[in-house]
C-alpha cells in the first residue's frame, strides 16, 4: 500500500522559476527519500532526509522534513527543461522497504 | 562500484505464457531484496520481499502463485510472472537494501512487461 499522499499531483512552470511539491505520510519512518522518474524510465535517487533531520540540500535541490506534520517538501530551485519528470517520496523504514507517494509530474517549459 | 543489474530491460509474451525476471547484486550480496510494480502513469507499489533462502513476504493482494520469487543465492532474485495476462503489463524494478538502512538503495533498470 502507498504510505501517503502527493501534491500537486501535476505542476507546470516555466524554466527558472521554483518548483516546490509537498509529501504527506502516515507512520513512522526511519528516512525519507525523493526519486525522480523520466517516462518510461527507472528510478533515479535525489536526496534522502534521515528522521532526525530538518532539512538537506543538494544542488538546486532543498528538502524538509517535518516529522510532527508527518510531511516533506522539496523545492527545485532556477528549473531546467531538463528537470521535466516525476517526482515520488518515499518513506524508509528499518529494514530498506519503501512505500512510495502517488508521485508529482512536472513539466518544465522553455 | 556496488550496483543491481536487473534483465530483461523489457519483454513482450503472449498472454498465458510466464516471463522470469532477474535481478543480480553485483559486487555485494543482497540478503533482501524488494520487488515494486508501477502501473502506468501511477507510483510505484510493493509487491513482496525476498529473502535469500527462505519463502519470500508478499504485500495484501499480491497473489503468491502468480508471482513466483525465488531468492537461492546471496547474488540473485527472480520474479516470475505465471500465466501473464495483459492486465499483468507494467514496470517491474527491485531494489536492494545497503547495509547501512539509512543511505538510499540500489535499484535495478526497471523491466517492463507487455503482455499481448
Known amino acids: 500500500s502507498q504510505q501517503g499522499e502527493e501534491d500537486p499531483q501535476a505542476l507546470s512552470i516555466q524554466e527558472g522559476e521554483n518548483a516546490t511539491m509537498n509529501c504527506s505520510y502516515k507512520t513512522s519512518i526511519n528516512n525519507l527519500q525523493w526519486y525522480r522518474q523520466n517516462s518510461g524510465r527507472g528510478l533515479v535517487h535525489l536526496i534522502l532526509i534521515r528522521s532526525n533531520e530538518r532539512e538537506k540540500h543538494s544542488g538546486r535541490l532543498r528538502v524538509t522534513l517535518d516529522t510532527s506534520k508527518k510531511s516533506s517538501s522539496l523545492l527545485i530551485t532556477a528549473s531546467r527543461a531538463a528537470d521535466t519528470a516525476s517526482y515520488f517520496c518515499a518513506t524508509g523504514d528499518s529494514w530498506g522497504k519503501l512505500q512510495f507517494g502517488a508521485g508529482t509530474q512536472v513539466v518544465v517549459t522553455p | ?116
Not at chain 2, 1 to 12: D, F, T
Not at chain 2, 54 to 68: I, M, N, P, R
Not at chain 2, 72 to 100: G, K, M, Q, W
Request: hydrophobic share 35%.
Open chain 2, 1 to 116: 562500484g556496488a550496483v543491481v543489474s536487473q534483465h530483461p530491460s523489457w519483454v513482450i509474451c503472449k498472454s498465458g505464457t510466464s516471463v522470469k525476471i532477474e535481478c543480480r547484486s553485483l559486487d555485494f550480496q543482497a540478503t533482501t531484496m524488494f520487488w515494486y510494480r508501477q502501473f502506468p502513469k501511477q507510483s510505484l507499489m510493493l509487491m513482496a520481499t525476498s529473502n535469500e533462502g527462505s519463502k519470500a513476504t508478499y504485500e495484501q493482494g499480491v497473489e503468491k502463485d502468480k508471482f513466483l520469487i525465488n531468492h537461492a543465492s546471496l547474488t540473485l532474485s527472480t520474479l516470475t510472472v505465471t500465466s501473464a495476462h495483459p492486465e499483468d503489463s507494467s514496470f517491474y524494478i527491485c531494489s536492494a537494501p545497503r547495509r547501512n538502512m539509512n543511505t538510499e538503495a540500489f535499484f535495478g533498470q526497471g523491466t517492463r512487461l507487455t503482455v499481448v
